[in-house]
């Protein structure tokens, strides 16, 4: 699953951000505006942390 | 007063890190802890202390020292604790966590870490940076009572394996300090999320290393290696009225080193010929290390009997192009 940050994502606190499920590369990506592929054990996230991310859909193949 | 009878020994101890909510308050019972897979482990006495000593006083009839001229100095004072531990995928993570904030494989140390919650822990601020690591039956009281580190913070970590030692098993060995006085007594995790040893069955071995070897993308016929990750760790102010607890700790930068010791050949000759940052991969197919940008630090030759051997120290930086780009990379994972 491959997302970005809404600007809503910055308003998280540590407590409900990626920094407090561990994983502080996936958070200072998202800070910093770039699409990052989230962990796959991380799956499936909260809803509370997903409404602040889009998912990038892969593009279809025709 | 008679003799005691208790003690202590390894054998009888499990050793467990412990995720805390609050610096300053050991992981509670119902919280997340891992049993390591230590061999080894030490850690400082409690009641640790220097000696605060004032100069002579000159002249006849002064020249020696009185209860009040020598005080246990506390303020400044770090318990150390080290493991040395199985390089299981769990261990691995965890300590990466407390190190760099990244304990979802693929851990990874970014051009732009530490992270804010890394870099400002305060005692009585909800921050899960520190830990509590917990030493089974290491009480001066022995068996049944347990003594545990409380906001311990993580200044080290080394990964090395070697062909020819330990089963190939690659040793992690992670270095803690804590400004906080460890406790001696119980501590039961009952509930919460208790990773134990059985659950942890994937280890990093170098027999397992069948995927190429690479520095440079040359292909090293590898017998050893070590990746070690360090940062200073120091503790900030104190408070007197309550066993010296620190007001937070202080963070210093990290240093990503290491060394590759291969066969000598034209491989490992076209690899360290490279003057600018160059990329390293150590790869088991599950485990793998890897970082962008690795100067070699000075090579070196081992004249050994079985061939000679060409020794590789290395340094770990990120691409300069962005912050967000990866020191290293060690997934524990496929």
């Given at each position: 699953m491959k997302c970005k940050a809404k600007p809503e994502y910055s308003k998280l606190s540590n407590s409900d951000n990626f920094l407090a499920l561990g994983s502080a590369s996936t958070h200072l990506w998202l800070k910093a505006g770039m699409e990052v592929e989230i962990p796959k054990s991380l799956l499936p996230l909260n809803k509370k942390i997903k409404d602040c991310l889009t998912e990038i859909k892969a593009k279809e193949v025709k | 007063m008679a003799k005691s009878s208790v003690f202590q020994t390894s054998a009888n101890s499990s050793v467990v890190i412990g995720t805390e909510v609050t610096p300053g308050t050991a992981t509670v019972a119902a919280g997340v802890t891992l049993e390591m897979p230590v061999t080894e482990y030490s850690f400082s006495e409690s009641n640790k202390h220097s000696l605060g000593i004032a100069p002579f006083r000159s002249g006849i009839g002064g020249m020696t020292q009185s209860d009040d001229m020598v005080k246990w100095q506390r303020h400044d004072r770090m318990h150390e604790i080290t493991l040395t531990f199985h390089a299981t995928a769990q261990a691995i993570d965890r300590i990466c966590l407390a190190l760099f904030?990244?304990?979802?494989?693929?851990?990874i140390l970014l051009?732009?870490?530490?992270s804010e919650i890394q870099s400002h822990v305060k005692h009585g601020v909800a921050n899960i940076t520190p830990v509590t690591i917990w030493f089974e039956n290491a009480a001066h009281a022995g068996l049944n009572t347990d003594m545990y580190f409380t906001s311990c913070m993580c200044t080290s970590f080394t990964l090395s394996g070697d062909v020819?030692?330990?089963?190939g098993v690659v040793m992690g060995t992670a270095t803690f300090v804590t400004g906080y006085e460890p406790t001696q007594g119980a501590l039961t995790f009952t509930g919460g999320t208790h990773t134990l040893l059985a659950a942890q069955t994937t280890m990093f071995n170098m027999?397992?290393?069948?995927?190429a070897q690479t520095l440079d993308g040359e292909d090293l016929v590898l017998y050893n290696f070590e990746l070690n990750i360090a940062r200073e760790v120091n503790r900030v102010g104190f408070d007197q009225d309550n066993?010296?607890?620190?007001?937070g700790y202080s963070i210093g930068g990290y240093e990503v080193t290491g060394s590759l010791t291969c066969k000598r050949d034209d491989e490992s000759a076209a690899a360290i010929d490279n003057t600018s940052g160059m990329a390293l991969e150590l790869d088991t197919g599950v485990f793998h290390i890897s970082a962008s940008k690795v100067f070699v630090d000075e090579s070196s030759i081992n004249f050994d009997t079985d061939g000679w051997k060409q020794v590789i120290p290395f340094r770990c930086t990120y691409d300069?192009?962005?912050?967000?780009?990866?020191v290293v990379s060690i997934a524990t994972t496929a």
């Open positions: - | 904030g990244d304990g979802t494989t693929p851990n051009g732009s870490m530490p020819a030692s330990n089963g027999h397992d290393m069948t995927t066993g010296f607890n620190p007001a300069s192009g962005n912050t967000s780009n990866a």
